[in-house]
């Protein structure tokens, strides 16, 4: 019995964490979709927006324990919602929009080169040592992710013009989302994933506002559906902050490799769902660098791994926490 209590943590972790990557994935496919009539900048307001109004209720103690962070905790909470937040969710929503989601199991793929910004930022920022077989992993990564965009033709920058826009997009989004990562670990050394959650949300809603009040984007609210505000909230409750709540509570039990596993349901499940639904199929050449590219992804986890213990992600909980 003392085994089976010891085990089924980390089984139910990672459970959760594949349950989340595989919303993540009809999301992309089924949910997001849905909104490509609005404007970009308003989608990640709104979809940030709700479930932090949905949070107040549960959570509206949090407020107080702002008063007990240092600045330099603060900012880097800011920036977690800044760069995890806003910025990434921008610009990957802005490449499926580019793409009319024609495109979807390669952007998906391609946006699972995170880590190697992660990496690099880590290194830039906190002083981490990159070690020697980096370069190897990530080069060849990086080979496979223009294989899986194009395959083996050349790119054509004028009929391909919106793909390679996706592309770039993506890569951003894959950068922004490695610098979550990398002020995370500062932020969540004394902060508990719940309350960092929160404060990602209500951050991120600001700095949307902020957009919102730059662009004067407020006729959106006027153009928006009632099919849109229909899956707005579908979003906010299971791929949004649901998914997110079910990944990071799976990360309080699961050591990083596993859900660095466990977390490529979310482009499987996306290119099973484009199937599915769209009839969206990757040629040959596209799966094998699909293949390629995972693997070295995963390698450079478990090479990078091997000297922290502790498990980094847009917001993660550390193994110090009480939570």
């Avoid at 989601?101 to 952007?107: I, K």
């Avoid at 980096?134 to 919106?162: N, V």
């Amino acid at each position: 019995m003392a085994r089976f209590k010891s085990i089924s943590p980390v089984i139910l972790g990672a459970v959760c964490i594949s349950i989340s990557a595989v919303l993540w994935g009809l999301d992309g496919v089924l949910f997001t979709p849905q909104l490509s009539n609005l404007d970009v900048g308003f989608v990640v307001f709104v979809l940030h927006l709700l479930p932090f109004l949905l949070m107040q209720p549960f959570f509206y103690q949090n407020y107080k324990k702002l008063k007990t962070y240092s600045t330099k905790e603060i900012l880097a909470l800011f920036a977690v919602a800044l760069f995890g937040g806003a910025l990434g969710t921008i610009c990957i929503v802005k490449a499926l929009f580019l793409v009319d989601f024609n495109h979807l199991s390669e952007v998906v793929l391609l946006q699972k080169l995170q880590p190697i910004f992660a990496i690099i930022l880590a290194a830039i920022v906190l002083k981490e040592k990159i070690k020697p077989d980096f370069l190897i992993w990530a080069s060849i990564a990086i080979i496979a992710g223009y294989f899986l965009t194009f395959g083996w033709a050349k790119p054509d920058f004028s009929e391909s013009s919106h793909l390679i826009a996706a592309v770039i997009f993506t890569l951003l989004a894959a950068f922004s989302f490695g610098s979550s990562t990398v002020f995370s670990k500062y932020a969540l050394r004394n902060i508990d994933f719940t309350t960092a959650t929160f404060f990602r949300y209500g951050f991120t809603t600001i700095i949307m506002l902020v957009y919102m009040l730059i662009t004067w984007k407020w006729s959106q609210f006027s153009a928006t559906t009632s099919h849109n505000w229909i899956f707005f909230i579908i979003i906010a409750l299971t791929t949004g902050s649901g998914a997110i709540f079910l990944y990071y509570y799976g990360l309080r039990n699961v050591k990083a490799i596993i859900s660095t596993i466990c977390e490529l349901f979310f482009p499987i499940s996306a290119i099973i769902f484009d199937y599915l639904l769209h009839d969206a199929r990757l040629s040959l050449v596209q799966w094998l660098a699909a293949f390629v590219m995972i693997f070295c992804v995963i390698m450079l986890n478990i090479n990078n791994k091997k000297e922290k213990s502790t498990t980094t992600s847009p917001i993660t909980p550390s193994k110090n926490q009480n939570s």
